[in-house]
């Protein structure tokens, strides 16, 4: 059985002092740790003073980028180390909007899961098709070509050390859902792939998210899909009540 995982990727949003506000009001909504693994990735800068604030929580501080060198001269960039030194202990690789807005490829996503492994921090590997891709029934293909690429050179033993998650570029901000079939279906393809990739242990134990306008009021559906084992989530886990909520679902 996988453990459900609700992650919250607050993108460009939010100071230190709403970072941290957020963070204690989650850690004092559950008296005894909730079922499902919580995650939150806020922007770099307020990463250590919530890493403070959840310390010996149930909560995981995850990145929302890194860079795949560990250290020099990449003005504005941030290492692995600089995560772990924060207090992360996972990082969002390969997100839709580093792939289009700032041009990763699935080879530059390989090097930074590599770095973010070898570091120990657990990467949530994003992959998804655009609108054009699924109305040319494309969806398959593209995503097996980006889990090939972003997987290359990767053990058995690193890609179950993973989250996937299950992002259609179109349902991304867009108030455009993927159906709970649409999108089980997809994680049911990404699921054989790697099984296919790392056997079916491995296949069986990796947590595969979905990720696309995921809401307290659609997540239900989604979830109920024996496929999906649980979000990631953009513009719904802004507002820390509708956060809890979906945690409590
Ligand atoms: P959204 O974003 O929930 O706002 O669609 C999801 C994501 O980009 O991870």
Redesign the pocket.
């Known amino acids: 059985m996988i453990r459900r995982v609700i992650a919250g ?1 607050w993108k460009m949003n939010k100071t230190v002092a709403e970072s941290v506000a957020f963070a204690t009001r989650l850690r004092a909504a559950f008296d005894t740790p909730p079922g499902p693994e919580v995650i939150i990735a806020p922007p770099f800068t307020a990463l250590r003073a919530v890493a403070e604030v959840i310390r010996g929580s149930f909560i995981a501080l995850c990145a929302q980028n890194l860079h795949e060198a560990q250290k020099g001269a990449y003005t504005g960039e941030i290492s692995a180390g600089m995560l772990l030194d924060a207090g992360c202990t996972c990082v969002i690789i390969g ?1 839709s ?1 580093r792939r289009t807005l700032f041009g990763e490829g699935n080879d530059r996503i390989n090097r930074k899961l590599q770095t973010a492994l070898a570091a120990g921090l657990k990467p949530i590997f994003c992959v998804g098709e655009s609108l054009r891709q699924r109305e040319e029934d494309e969806t398959e293909t593209v995503i097996a070509h980006q889990l090939k690429e972003g997987l290359n050179n990767l053990t058995a033993d690193d890609i179950g050390r993973l989250a996937i998650a299950y ?1 259609p570029v179109w ?3 867009t108030g455009k859902t993927a159906s709970p079939e649409q999108a089980g279906k997809v994680h049911r393809f990404i699921r054989e792939w790697i099984g296919h990739r790392c056997g079916a242990e491995c296949a069986a134990a990796i947590a595969i998210l979905y ?4 809401t307290p009021e659609n997540i239900a559906g989604l979830m109920a899909q024996p496929e999906i084992n649980g979000g ?5 886990s802004l507002d820390v009540d509708s956060f809890i909520r979906m945690i409590g679902n």
């Open positions: 990727n997100h909007e992002e349902a991304i901000g990720g696309g306008s995921v990631l989530i953009g513009g719904a």
